[in-house]
């Protein structure tokens, strides 16, 4: 079974920094792609960045420039390094992957969410 568990977000002012990790744990044979979502209240959860396994990377308009996408595919691990926080980016914050397990099938895999809270 897969998991994948978040952690580093909580309550920043505006401007701040945060740093949020996910690590997929389980029986895991390659991981496609990686990605962060986020779904603030009364809102549809939208994409936030992805990161393939070669490193290729996108983000939504709003955050380029301001956050930061990586992965150490050793550790099975995504990061997303948030600069210049403001209180538009408030939201639970999702890690999603795209992992091949045993059976050699794709499966697509969410974490619980972490809170991320910006006070202007």
């Known amino acids: 079974q897969v998991r994948l568990v978040e952690s580093g977000g909580g309550l920043v002012q505006a401007g701040g920094s945060l740093r949020l990790s996910c690590a997929a744990s389980?029986?895991?044979?390659?991981?496609?792609?990686m990605a962060w979502y986020r779904q603030a209240p009364g809102k549809q959860r939208e994409l936030v960045a992805t990161?393939?396994?070669?490193?290729?990377?996108n983000y939504l308009d709003f955050v380029k420039g301001r956050f930061t996408i990586s992965s150490d595919n050793a550790k099975n691990t995504v990061y997303l390094q948030m600069n210049s926080l403001k209180p538009e980016d408030t939201a639970v914050y999702y890690c999603?992957?795209?992992?091949?397990?045993?059976?050699?099938?794709?499966?697509?895999?969410w974490g619980q969410g972490t809170q991320v809270t910006v006070s202007s």
């Open positions: 389980g029986i895991i044979l390659s991981i496609n792609t």
């Open positions: 999603n992957a795209r992992i091949l397990t045993t059976g050699l099938q794709w499966n697509n895999y």
């Open positions: 990161i393939t396994s070669g490193g290729s990377t």
